[in-house]
């Protein structure tokens, strides 16, 4: 990913959180959980406000199961 071969941390985060997205519309959860788990980590690394988001979302799925 160019975003974490430049060292940009956020937009590592985004693309991660924008795969799982991809991937639980793909049926995929178990890879999505994992997806946002590490995009979740950069965020609150760097404090992004995206955080938050990413919690609610991963909170969105863990009810769905």
Do not use: C, M, N
């Amino acid at each position: 990913d160019l975003s974490r071969e430049a060292g940009y941390q956020r937009g590592e985060a985004h693309a991660l959180f924008h795969s799982a997205i991809a991937l639980d519309s793909l049926g995929r959860r178990a890879e999505a959980v994992a997806s946002a788990e590490k995009a979740l980590t950069i965020y609150e690394a760097v404090k992004d406000p995206r955080a938050a988001a990413t919690r609610e979302k991963l909170a969105e799925w863990q009810r769905q199961s």
